[in-house]
């Protein structure tokens, strides 16, 4: 690695660092005046950002990405109008720092508060991930924290595009420029530097496959949040609404198949598995999910499928190998097993599952109570899609990513995630005896 590089990437986080200082005290107004500019700025920008985007996705096709990673590069005008209302509502959103979590007096008469303050610092690592830019940017942004962000070489055109804008934004409301950096190289030599640097760094968040999170946290000698893989299950209970099951389990398998929060796995209760399988199996058929099945629920589909009605669903099923069970395969590929009992299945899943997201199926609500109190997953639904696992639908406006970890966020991560607290103390002349 040239010196020139490494001194680049220190220079930039010790900017950032600067720049922390005086954002962790700016006011609310400031810092929303900031996000409103960049709200405005990304509809000008189409045009720009638009064709900074067909660049990354011709560079992406020439070199043979699979159809699932071009759809996540692949930036609209919709997705702008997104965006942009991801900006918005981040700005609506109450300011967390300076929340004061706790306070009490003690009987010497101080008083103490747990005050929310920022991180400090924030490295982001992702990949081929275009709304990540201003998605990071602008929480870390209204959190008070100062980001530094370093996207993957297949969408570094659009990421330059949308670190100018928020340049601009941060210039046009007289915030520090250094708030949101953008690493202006995609050479893995400036990231190891970025993951050596925790005296100016406090927090790296990766985004991105399996290989680029392990890479990050097995090099990083900064704290790190994360999420591996996205193994997410779908439990059709005994007591389903098999209308209500299937609805949901189309929109959580194939809604965007190629994303973290997408079904992976199918559990369905035996005692309603010769009904429901043949259903959900060819709901799931008609929309191109092969389905690699156990041996149980591969009987009772290939015996429905040897029926004239559910022939075509013939073609859609093999039988499953062990790999398949704990597989994120971000494809329209879908595991299935028939399972005896809701015990069972809250086994099987927090056995196989990456604790991501998993839904219960069912109208008995002291089974749904029961799951999602013993299923250890950062989120846990009843009669919904896996998909909701986000941010945006959370009510954050956006989301930074979401963890499996356990320290010190679990789930999407939103203001209150990308923050820290400290302890405040008035007193009126104690000291300890």
């Known amino acids: ?35 409103l500019r960049l709200a405005e700025l990304l509809p000008a920008a189409s045009a720009e950002l638009l064709a900074a985007n067909a660049k990354d996705l011709a560079a992406a096709e ?20 997104h965006l942009a209302e991801s900006v918005r509502q981040v700005a609506a959103l109450p300011d967390p720092v300076g929340t004061v979590l706790e306070d009490w007096t003690r009987p010497n008469g101080i008083h103490i508060r747990k005050r929310r303050v920022p991180i400090g610092v924030i490295g982001i690592i992702y990949e081929a991930r275009p709304n990540v830019t201003i998605d990071c940017a602008i929480l870390c942004l209204k959190s008070g924290n100062a980001a530094i962000l370093r996207g993957g070489k297949e969408i570094f055109n659009t990421n330059t595009a949308f670190a100018a804008l928020i340049t601009q934004a941060l210039a046009d409301t007289g915030l520090p420029a250094d708030a949101v950096q953008l690493i202006p190289t995609t050479d893995r030599a400036a990231l190891n ?75 369905v209760h035996a005692d309603i598995a010769a009904t429901a ?11 191109g999910v092969q389905l690699r099945c156990d041996p149980a629920s591969l009987a009772i589909l290939q015996s429905a ?11 859609q099923l093999s039988a499953a190998s062990a790999a398949d069970y704990t597989a994120e395969f971000l494809d329209l590929i879908l595991a299935v097993r028939v399972v005896p009992s809701i015990d069972e299945a809250i086994a099987t899943i927090n056995r196989d599952s990456s604790g ?27 009669n919904a899609s896996t998909r909701f696992n986000d941010g945006f639908e959370f009510g954050f406006g956006a989301e930074i990513g979401i963890s499996t970890d356990r320290l010190h966020a679990r789930g999407p991560m939103g203001l209150n995630e990308l923050c820290s607290y400290k302890y405040v103390i008035d007193g009126t002349g104690q000291v300890r005896a």
């Open 356 to 382: 991501h997201t998993e839904s219960i199926i069912t109208a008995d609500a002291e089974a749904a109570a029961r799951f999602q109190l013993a299923i250890d997953s950062a989120v846990v639904a009843w």
């Open 193 to 267: 530097t970025l993951l050596k640097l925790d005296t100016l760094i406090h927090c790296i968040i990766p985004r991105g496959g399996e290989s680029l999170i392990r890479f990050v946290a097995q090099n990083s000698t900064i704290p790190v949040i994360k999420h591996y893989t996205g193994v997410c299950f779908v439990y059709v209970d005994k007591a389903a609404d098999l209308t209500m099951a299937e609805n949901i389990l189309i929109n959580s398998k194939t809604q965007r198949p190629g994303v973290c929060n997408t079904a992976e796995q199918l559990l």
């Open 277 to 287: 399988l043949p259903r959900l199996a060819s709901a799931l058929a008609a929309k």
């Open 62 to 81: 020439a070199n043979g990405l699979a159809k699932h990673e071009i759809e996540r590069l692949t930036l609209t005008p919709a997705k702008l109008d």
């Open 1 to 35: 690695m040239s010196a020139d590089l490494a001194q680049l990437v220190t220079l930039i986080a010790q900017r950032a660092r600067a720049a922390s200082l005086v954002l962790a005290t700016t006011p609310t107004t400031r810092k929303d005046a900031a996000l």
């Open 305 to 315: 499928a040897s029926s004239s009605q559910l022939s075509a669903l013939k073609s």
